[in-house]
């Protein structure tokens, strides 16, 4: 699992669609309160943050509309509680673009 931290409009295809499916995932984890993924290192971060991840979610899906994808996921703004700003790390910034460049994917990086 893996929410980046890098701006949608520089992943690819690929890294913006699978990212939405995860981010979507993350959510459910924390809202419904399920044992899957809790533990997570991806998971726990965005415990008490679920209104970071929403904002990241419609970052995503604007990109996702911007580049002529459908969007039909949207999450319910009423979870959407605790810290605006995600400012914990599973990797830094720098090692998360480093990890893009050995993907060797279409990431803008």
Known sequence: MRIWDITPEKLCKNHLLGEHR???A???VVTEHKKGYSMHPETIRWKGKLK???FRHNALVAEMI?????????LDK???TGLSVQDTF???LNK??????????????
Do not use: F, M, N
């Open 26 to 28: 993350i959510w459910t």
């Open 90 to 92: 599973v990797d830094s």
């Open 96 to 109: 998360q673009i480093r990890i893009l460049k050995q993907k060797k994917c279409h990431c803008k990086i």
């Open 52 to 54: 970071a991840l929403y």
């Open 66 to 74: 911007h580049r002529g994808y459908l969007h039909h996921s949207p």
């Open 22 to 24: 995860e981010l979507h």
């Open 78 to 80: 009423r979870k959407a």
